[in-house]
């Protein structure tokens, strides 16, 4: 099933990218666990490795189960290619790799994955990349931020740890007029709640690690393209416009046009950072995606029912939840996201760090986990965990201040998730 577009998100998050196995009919995608694949011939192989055909050589590049995946996220986003590789944050330099340079720089949201912070604000600096984080809701700030150096802007959908959603598409207007393309991360949404391509970005990347795989059980990302960004329009981006050395002076954006993003992740990025997803995490997350739409309904419905819970309780100073009436972000998340604003938020508790402590001590179905976006109800204290290594004022600015938990609800039973939470707080804040 590959020219599928009128099919709806249902039918594809189970058929797109694959069809039954050619040599043995198998209706399930198999495992191709091999390292590499038998050339035809001499000619085949040198017409491989110049990039003049299309196929498999080695699985550090491509593998037919990886493929099935990268079809199946690019496909639910409504890119034109994608290329998976063996983690989120994998997936975010994978992502910057053609983009940038020494010098160079992305403009960020201060709403992120205390994860990404790090990895922008302190690992990049060894490339000769750095970050600049701005507000996102202060558009002027973001249009003074873009300079003559900068290569990318990049956001979260629904932002980890919770309660704030990105209005993409006037951002996306932002990056649009400076020529620089927005790259969104949609772990926390997914192409479910969220396309980010029909708002305006031009590149998404995943933790496929969360709600795509679904379970908590393999790490994985992906970098999906949208096909629309012009890398020939200005000078700025000489990795997909100019000559490359390393494949006899090909130009990757001449060449292979919309497909020049995609092809040049794996020709490059995959062939010499080597950040590759292994075939049997491809498989648990295609297993993981089949049920997509039907898990993120769910997660969204309790979220709404456990956050209201939250929200009227004395024990709780706040819920940061935008699918609350209450939210500052209310509307725009009726508006930009109206499946729903995912299953993520942050909640404070009366009595600080050391209630929160107790809370999560105290808890019986969630389980204490730096994780998100699995089928079971996780909570996790970010000031002491996640974002331990960000200064209080990065802390506050994501959202995770001392007295705040994270949690990703579930798709237990809503009435037993309370429950759990209700005897919690009892004895964190006796
Ligand atoms: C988890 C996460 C990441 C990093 O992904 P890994 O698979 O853990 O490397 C990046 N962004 C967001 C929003 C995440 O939740």
New binding site residues.
Partial sequence: MSDTPNYGFDTLQIHAGARPDPATGARQTPIYQTTAYVFRDADHAAALFNLQEVGYIYSRLTNPTVAVLQERIATLEGGVGAVCCS??????IMALFPLMGPGCNVVASTR??G??VTQFSQTIKRFGWSAKFVDFDDLDALREAIDDNTRAVFG?SI??PGGYVTDIRAVADVADAAGVPLII?N??ATPYLCRPFEQGASLV?H????YLTGNGTV???CVVDSGRFDWSASDKFPSLSAPEPAYHGLKFHETFGPLAYTFHGIAIGLRDLGMTMNPQAAHYTLMGIETLSLRMQRHVENAKQVAAWLEADPRVDYVTYAGLPSSPYAERAERCYPKGAGGLFTFAVKGGYEACVKLVNALEIFSHVA???DARSLIIHSASTTHRQLTPEQQEAAGAGPNVVRVSIGIEDADDLIADLDQALTKATA
């Fill in positions: 983690s989120g944050h994998a997936a975010q992120l994955y994860g990404t979260e932002a980890n991360d772990t926390s990347v933790s496929t690690t969360k790490t994985g990302g994780n998100l976006g």
